[in-house]
């Protein structure tokens, strides 16, 4: 594992915070979409500098790279060798999304733009809920064609925290290539 990406099911499915304990853990440096997306004050970036950003990074020999972006996923796709794929239940990511608006509130999270505070409104929980099944669907799909495009390439779902945790602690041991 050199190129990593960090996917999820949907907002709060736990994807930086699993990114951060892998790069400690692999010492590979990790890369948080948002930042790249977001400039302060929740105003998107330009399409084509957020694509130029991203292609930077991916051109480096080692990477973590996390976040869902469906627009640009081709980017990562073409220079991964593994794919992490964070499959908690609904409840679970709409729960995390809640809690961390109260964690951060009226601040920027970690994985986050500066100078934009975590927020939650009925808009962006509408969106959770209205792509969550279609994203998973569509997500599963896409793992299948790496994985079959090149023997090298490394799929893991891992399904709940259990599974996350177990994933954690084999790298750790050394267990995971």
């Known amino acids: ?8 099911a949907s907002a709060g499915a736990g994807k930086s915070t699993f990114a ?3 790069s400690k853990q692999l010492n590979i440096p990790v890369y948080h979409l948002d930042t790249f997306y977001w400039k302060p004050g929740w105003e998107e970036e330009d399409t084509q500098i957020f694509r130029e950003k991203q292609q930077k990074i991916v051109g480096d020999e080692y990477w973590i790279i996390e976040g869902n972006y469906s627009s640009t996923f081709d980017i990562r796709l073409e220079k991964a060798d593994t794919i992490i794929f964070l499959d908690q239940p609904l409840w679970v990511c709409l729960y995390r999304v809640f809690k961390r608006r109260v964690m951060y509130r009226k601040k920027s999270r970690p994985d ?12 962006f929980l509408s969106f959770i809920v209205r792509t969550y099944y279609p994203r998973k669907k569509k997500m599963r799909e896409k793992l299948q064609t790496f994985k079959d495009k090149s023997s090298s390439h490394q799929v893991y779902l891992l399904s709940g925290d259990t599974d996350t945790e177990k994933f954690l602690d084999k790298v750790h041991k050394g267990d995971v290539e």
């Open 1 to 8: 594992m050199r190129r990593i990406m960090v996917v999820g």
């Open 112 to 123: 986050l733009t500066e100078g934009c505070p975590e927020k939650i409104d009925f808009a």
């Open 20 to 22: 951060r304990s892998l």
